[in-house]
């Protein structure tokens, strides 16, 4: 790749209290059988950097710990002059490696479990209060990405209507997202996920980062904190194949299966998960429409919940890596990044960058 054109081209592209009880809890929007419990995914992520007359860098995001998800046994080897894990903005966990000039072919591999659960929320215990914790008020802030302005807040004003409380004021966003988006799979990788570029030129084909971006912009501009969680799909799904697949032996190669979900807070709640993506993924993968069963299933289980076979790695979005990468900022962590010099990487041709992952899922 030319020097400093991938980045740039990547551009383009108070008193409390509880809502309406009729509102149901995730529970009961479950028609896949997916039930509370755990999983676990033994990752191995591996690299084969080429030899250059350059010395080489790489961010590598690992799984951060969470109530859904936590990680263990993390290792890694290599043939690197330095290696260590790095905090970044959005408390992204990064494994970030280095490598000096040379004949020699740069290589790495690193290995993690991560036990996963059901991510789910009662939502009728939703609450009014809207004055947030200081650290979530973070999510309330606009970026290069996810613009907050009296024009985005007008159209969400369009949206929202009549709904009164925050909780009613998400699901009407989730539903028109869910409705107007659709997903392009001609769009390369996640997508760029510009919230701006796609409301203002009306470019609602995308995917999955395109669609969770346009979510929590409309979320934040209605002043409810929200954020994209950046992952990858880790093993078979319930739902669809289209939404994660592994063998028999629950085997998956999941190279190129970075997938970002959304996350929105509601007092009483606090971080409830969305996925507006994976609906408009289903809907195409299996050839359906808004009104079929599958696809309406499939919408209701997503607004307050996640099934777990995936793993997130981070919320970041337009960031600065550490350490201070040669171009910056980056959109988002859902891909490792690397630098050749000052050359970055295309992170979404994993076979010329080259990197790859395989999931074994433990019973």
């Known amino acids: 790749m030319k020097r400093r054109t991938f980045l740039k081209g990547s551009a383009l592209l108070s008193t409390s209290m509880l809502i309406n009880p009729s509102l149901l809890s995730a529970n009961d929007s479950n028609a896949f059988g997916i039930k ?14 080429k030899a250059s007359k350059e010395e080489a ?9 969470s109530t ?46 991560v036990v996963t659960m059901l991510k789910e929320h009662n939502l009728s215990l939703a609450k009014n209060d809207m004055n947030y914790p200081s650290e979530v008020k973070t999510f309330l802030e606009g970026t290069a990405h996810i613009p907050v302005s009296n024009k985005m807040k ?3 004003q369009n949206i929202i209507k009549d709904a009164n409380t925050p909780l009613e004021k998400a699901q009407a966003i989730y539903d028109w997202t869910v409705t107007t988006m659709y997903r392009d799979n001609s769009v390369i990788g996640c997508g760029i996920g510009d919230a701006k570029r796609t409301i203002e030129e009306k470019i609602y084909g995308g995917k999955c980062t ?15 904190p929200a954020r994209e969680v950046f992952g990858i799909r880790a093993g078979k799904s319930k739902i669809s194949k289209v939404c994660g697949k592994a063998d028999a032996n629950g ?29 408009t993924k289903v ?20 607004f ?41 990487q295309d992170y979404y041709d994993a076979k010329s960058f080259a990197y790859s992952y395989i999931s074994q899922e433990v019973v």
Not at 283 to 300: M, P, Q, V
Request: with cysteine.
């Open 68 to 113: 859904y998800q936590k990680v263990a046994n993390f290792e890694f080897k290599g043939n690197y002059k330095e290696a260590y894990l790095a905090k970044n903005d959005y408390d992204a966990k990064v494994l970030y490696v280095k490598w000096d000039k040379g004949s020699t072919k740069r290589e790495l591999t690193v290995n993690y479990d």
């Open 154 to 156: 007008t159209f969400t």
């Open 283 to 302: 809907r195409l993968g299996e050839k359906l429409t808004n009104e079929d069963k599958k696809t309406k299933d499939t919408k209701a289980f997503m």
């Open 210 to 224: 395109d669609i969770s971006s346009v979510f929590v912009a409309l979320l934040r501009n209605a002043n409810i």
């Open 57 to 65: 860098q790489l961010w590598v995001p690992i799984p951060l710990d």
């Open 251 to 279: 085997l998956a190669k999941i190279t190129g299966g970075q997938h970002c979900r959304a996350e929105f807070y509601i007092s009483g709640l606090g971080w409830v998960p969305a996925d507006p993506a994976d609906v």
């Open 36 to 49: 509370n419990g755990t999983r676990k995914f033994s990752i191995t992520n591996s690299f084969e950097i």
């Open 304 to 344: 307050g919940n996640w099934e777990m076979n995936w793993v997130a790695f981070n919320y970041a979005r337009d960031f600065v890596l550490n350490p201070k990468p040669a171009q910056y900022p980056l959109n988002m962590l859902g891909y490792p990044y690397a630098e050749l010099g000052e050359d970055a």
